[in-house]
């Protein structure tokens, strides 16, 4: 079996980024450090059963969130996709919705709907969810832009996916009409390599997923995921590109799927050395700030996970019937 890993980043993802301050890059390392503890905890969990269902691990993908999330405004709007939860962290959404979603609680951000394959949602923020099937992040995606462009609202709307999803038709039939129609839409593409055992490398006719945007007349940029400052550069330059009016653009995160495609699998079709390289993303944000900081940080951010999982805990579970609620609009 060949490598997953690709072997080149654009020229692009060396240009200088644009400043992150001080503040930014603590608030970045706050809360890659939460989504680091809800990831530990959630393999707990998996591992004595206290939830039901699946959990696809996100851990060592949390500086493409990061980044992503820190070149963003309020006005954005997002579709997440599967894989740990990192997007909905990185964005600011407060744990205790997020854990008790996970674990079915009233308390969850579903109100007891998710459980073991969570749909995080959070209006306020702009973090619209994700959808049952993967590839749905584009359409919803592109319907999220073409409402921003047909109502006059402000911002962009972000279709989150992984590099396996990007084989979809989906990615395809929504790229070429948004692209025709200028739409205000972000493709942001975590290339971990894998698609549960089947590997990019083998399975992809391009090199890159960046490359497969040209043939809609849409830029795509390849970055180094565990590299966070690099991801906000790279989407900064993209929703330049799209705040200007000329539609959509791609970024595609090159990232490692750190474990198994879910909890319990144990990755044995994996090619050894693939992790050659490796980089924490969490290590790669701590040496830009001081380390009194960053260990602060950590030990804060523990306690606010630890905090948040006792109260999702403390949830009710809901009754069976509240799968009948919201079918149609109320
Ligand atoms: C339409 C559809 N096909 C298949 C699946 C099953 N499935 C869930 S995750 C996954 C792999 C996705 O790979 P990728 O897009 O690379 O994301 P990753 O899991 O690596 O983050 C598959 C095939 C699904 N949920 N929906
Ligand atoms: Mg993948």
Avoid at 7 to 23: K, M, V
Wanted: one cysteine or more; a negative charge; glycine letters at 14%.
């Amino acid at each position: 079996m060949t490598t997953t890993k690709p072997d080149r980043l654009d020229e692009a993802a060396d240009q200088t980024a644009p400043a992150l301050d001080n503040d930014q890059l603590e608030t970045m390392m706050y809360r890659a450090a939460l989504a680091r503890g809800v990831e530990d905890l959630f393999a707990r969990w998996a591992a004595d059963n206290t939830f039901q269902g699946w959990w696809h691990p996100g851990r060592g993908q949390e500086g493409c969130a990061v980044g992503l999330m820190a070149a963003l405004g309020p006005d954005d709007q997002i579709m997440w996709y599967h894989r740990g939860a990192n997007w909905p962290i990185a964005r600011g959404m407060a744990l205790e919705p997020i854990i008790a979603d996970l674990l079915g609680r009233t308390n969850g951000s579903t109100g007891g709907k998710g459980g073991g394959a969570p749909h995080w949602v959070d209006w306020d923020l702009g973090l619209i969810g994700s959808g049952g099937t993967l590839g749905t992040a584009h359409v919803l995606g592109g319907g999220l832009a073409l409402a921003k462009q047909v109502l006059g609202r402000p911002g962009i709307a972000v279709a989150g996916f992984g590099d396996g999803t990007a084989s979809r038709g989906t990615f395809h039939e929504t790229l070429i009409q948004a692209a025709a129609w200028k739409l205000p839409l972000l493709y942001f593409c975590e290339n971990n390599g894998w698609a549960v055992g089947t590997s990019f490398a083998d399975s992809s006719p391009t090199a890159t997923i960046a490359e497969r945007a040209a043939a809609y007349g849409v830029p795509g940029e390849r970055v180094d995921g565990q590299d966070p400052v690099a991801v906000h550069a790279a989407v900064m330059r993209a929703r330049a590109h799209i705040d200007a009016g000329h539609g959509p653009a791609l970024v595609e995160a090159v990232t490692y799927r750190v474990g198994g495609h879910y909890f319990g699998d144990v990755g044995n079709y994996r090619p050894d050395g693939e992790m050659d390289g490796y980089r924490d993303p969490l290590d790669v944000l701590a040496a830009r700030l001081d380390p009194s900081v960053v260990e602060r940080i950590r030990t804060d951010a523990d306690a606010e996970v630890a905090a948040a999982a006792e109260r999702a805990l403390a949830g009710p579970i809901p009754d069976g019937d509240i799968i009948f609620d919201h079918l149609y609009a109320e």
